[in-house]
Each structure stands twice: as C-alpha cells, then as structure tokens.
C-alpha cells in the first residue's frame, strides 16, 4: 500500500473506495492505513476535490474531512492510483482542512 493508491474497503458489508494518503514508511508499519474516502455523490468543494486516476477516469469526490484510518484487513483490492495532479489536489485540500 502506497500513498496515492485507491483500494476498495469492504466493512459489515459495504464496499467504497478510499485513498491512501498515509506516510508509506508509517503505512508499512502499522496494522492500519491513513484513508480518504471516495463518494459517488457528494458534492465538490475545495476541501472535497474531484479526483481522477492515472488513466484519466473521474474516480469521484475525494472527502477530505473524513479522513481516518482503517484496519488493512478492510483493504480488500488495489483498484488503481491517483492522477499526479489529483494526488496535488488532495495534498492541498488535506492542508486546507487540516490547517497544516
């Protein structure tokens, strides 16, 4: 798991996609995986930018203020990787939510 990636979750029977956004060193070494959630239907704001992946699909609207973390056993699938200048946008709006 990298930072940058999307993996499906699937929890109680529910499966969404989510960004890793972690620390890949931090990542490696903990059970769990710092995420951003993916929704279908949310609205996009500046802290909840549309996000797109390496081949160009629109993958959603990536719900920065939701950020957390989720146990690996819940990471069921690799289903691709942010676009670089998604992966900039996502980097920016966790600044923006996070007042980093």
Do not use: C, F, N
Request: net charge neutral; charged share 25%; no cysteine.
């Amino acid at each position: 798991m990298r930072r940058g990636e999307v993996w499906t979750v699937v929890r109680l029977g529910h499966e969404r996609k989510v960004i890793i956004v972690g620390h890949d060193g931090v990542t490696a070494r903990r059970s769990g995986a710092l995420v951003v959630p993916i929704s279908d239907v949310a609205p996009s704001e500046i802290v909840e930018p549309v996000v797109a992946d390496t081949d160009g699909v629109t993958l959603g609207v990536a719900q920065v203020p939701r950020v957390g973390e989720v146990h690996k056993d819940y990471l069921k699938s690799r289903a691709g990787a942010l676009a670089p200048a998604s992966a900039e946008i996502v980097d920016m709006a966790l600044r923006v939510a996070l007042a980093l």
